[in-house]
Nanobody, 125 residues
Framework: QLQASGGGLVQAGGSLRLSCAASGFNFRYHNIGWFRQVPGKEREGVACISSTTRSSAYYADSVKGRFTISRDSAKNTVYLQMNSLKTEDTAVYYC???????????????????WGQGTEVTVSS
């Protein structure tokens, strides 16, 4: 089970940190991704991090330099630090896990098998 938290309302330019906690399995061997979705649009891969056996990360161009994904294996938690937030970052954010090689799954939502519930992020102008 994956539990996403940390969403909320923030002004443009502000920061939020999302957390994705796993229970029932040790996801150090899983790729973990953060995805977001707004009504009427497809779910978008925001940032994804590979399992600890391979140190890789992917960021969507729209968030590079502003968002950082990190993993705390001791806490079985993955974080998404979001800085310099923009109104266009407003979305429901989901975390997901995948057991494939990162070269296969990357940050493509349809490759991820295990999903948490979403946490809503609203950035006001």
């Amino acid at each position: 089970q994956l539990q996403a938290s940390g969403g909320g309302l923030v002004q443009a330019g502000g920061s939020l940190r999302l957390s994705c906690a796993a229970s029932g399995f040790n996801f150090r061997y899983h790729n973990i991704g953060w995805f977001r979705q707004v009504p009427g649009k497809e779910r978008e891969g925001v940032a994804c991090i590979s399992s600890t056996t391979r140190s890789s990360a992917y960021y969507a161009d729209s968030v590079k330099g502003r968002f950082t994904i990190s993993r705390d294996s001791a806490k079985n938690t993955v974080y998404l630090q979001m800085n310099s937030l923009k109104t266009e970052d407003t979305a429901v954010y989901y975390c997901a896990a995948d057991f494939e090689d990162f070269s296969v799954s990357g940050c493509r939502a349809h490759r991820y098998d295990y999903w948490g519930q979403g946490t809503e992020v609203t950035v006001s102008s």
